[in-house]
């Protein structure tokens, strides 16, 4: 049984805060993916759990046990790193095997305990092959191999699959989510790709300039992202973010966006009040636009088909020209099926969304505002 927790954990290089009073408590078993954009802190955070970076301030329990003083080789968890870290010299079955070796466990256990992992990964076929002569896939199932024969109670993932081509990413994935409903061992995993984190975690949390923003289970940050980071970090095509006025009207609020606007009930006009805000950003996902009748104005800009589905990109009617924008109006993408009837470049049309599916922040804070 082996959870992890960050208690006020903090890791400062000099004057850069890798990472910045993280309090997160992993349960035992679950997969959780630390995602967020390069730099904001997820290896940091990952080196400190592995015992190889040291926190400045905080604490790291491993199993309810305080391990932050604790040496990388006394914690009971194992690393797969995206550079394989192979021995290139050593056969698939001697890598596999060394972690093992070096704990003077016996050839014949650890042969079996090799063929065991192996076998789960699908490596049987290529014991005696060299790293140099496998493919970027079986490599990276080498080094889960060798992670796995030393049945660790936390396995640590950092970016393992971002060396691999698409197709065998994909694949990948989904192998290790197996490995993990069959072990039934804590997996921390780490990327950078927000689908990697949807697809595969229990939970994600979400990380920023080294500050969590959200954690939960990916539906739920999806379907309400707690500010607007992640309201733009999570999902792609990205969520539209348009700013609007706010004004009261009878029996509710009028959220003006160029020359249209979305009329909410009293229970959002309350929300909104009590922040004081006068202007709101408005998240709407690029699946809940639609065109056809609808109070928002627009013109289609361009029309990107990707075989299955299609991205409309269409620009606002009346809103604001900023400074060194290209185009004058603010832009959105509407995600529509292929069967759906394609709208025409330089089309006017207009835009609407279901209520329920929009988010309103405060634009300052970025704080999400709910009804
Ligand atoms: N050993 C180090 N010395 C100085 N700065 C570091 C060191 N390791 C990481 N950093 C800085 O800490 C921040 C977080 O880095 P990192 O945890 O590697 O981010 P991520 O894995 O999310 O890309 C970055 O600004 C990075 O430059
Ligand atoms: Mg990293």
């Known amino acids: 049984m082996a959870g992890v927790s960050f208690n006020g954990t903090s890791k400062h290089f000099d004057d850069v805060v890798a990472l910045d009073q993280l309090d997160l408590e992993i349960p035992d078993g679950e997969f959780l993916v630390l995602v967020g954009p390069s730099g904001c802190g997820k290896s940091t955070a990952l080196r400190i759990i592995a015992g190889l970076e040291e926190a400045t301030e905080g604490t790291l329990h491993i199993g309810g046990v305080d391990v932050t003083d604790v040496e990388p080789q006394h914690r009971d ?18 890598n596999i095997e060394f972690p093992l070796k070096s704990r003077k466990v016996p050839p014949a256990d650890r042969r079996a305990e090799a063929e065991t992992a192996a076998t789960m990964l699908g490596l049987g076929e290529l014991m005696d092959r060299r790293p140099g002569q496998l493919s970027g896939g079986q490599r990276q199932r080498v080094a889960l191999a060798r992670a796995l024969v030393r049945r660790p ?10 060396n ?17 409903a069959t072990l039934g061992a804590t997996f921390i995993y780490v990327t950078h790709d927000q689908v990697e984190a949807m697809t595969m975690g229990t939970r994600i949390a979400v990380l920023d300039q080294g500050r969590l923003q959200q954690v939960g289970a990916p539906d739920d940050v999806y379907d309400r992202p707690a500010n607007l980071f992640v309201a733009g970090f999570i999902g792609s095509p990205p969520m539209n973010i348009v700013e609007a006025a706010v004004e009261r009207i ?18 959002w006009g309350a929300a909104v009040s009590a922040t004081g805000i006068e202007r709101v950003a408005i998240g709407i996902r690029p699946e809940h636009l639609r065109i056809g009748d609808g109070p928002i104005d627009g013109v289609v800009r361009t029309v990107e088909s990707l075989g299955h589905e299609r991205h409309i990109v269409c620009e606002l009617a009346g809103t604001d020209h900023r400074p060194g ?30 209520a329920r599916h929009l988010h309103l922040f405060d634009p300052d804070s970025g704080e999400r505002i709910d009804p």
């Open 77 to 94: 968890l194992a690393m797969v790193f995206q550079s394989y870290a192979l021995y290139p010299h050593k056969t698939v079955r001697q």
């Open 153 to 162: 109670e936390v396995f640590l993932m950092d970016e393992p699959l971002s």
């Open 164 to 180: 691999l081509d698409a197709k065998t990413r994909v694949q990948t994935r989904a192998e290790l989510s197996e490995l993990h």
């Open 250 to 267: 009878d029996g509710g609020i009028r959220l003006a966006i160029g020359t249209g606007a979305f009329d909410l009930p009293e229970s």
């Open 325 to 354: 924008d290209l185009v004058p109006g603010d832009l959105v993408i509407v995600r529509q099926s292929a069967d759906d009837p394609a709208p025409r470049m330089g089309e006017a049309i207009h835009l609407g969304a279901e």
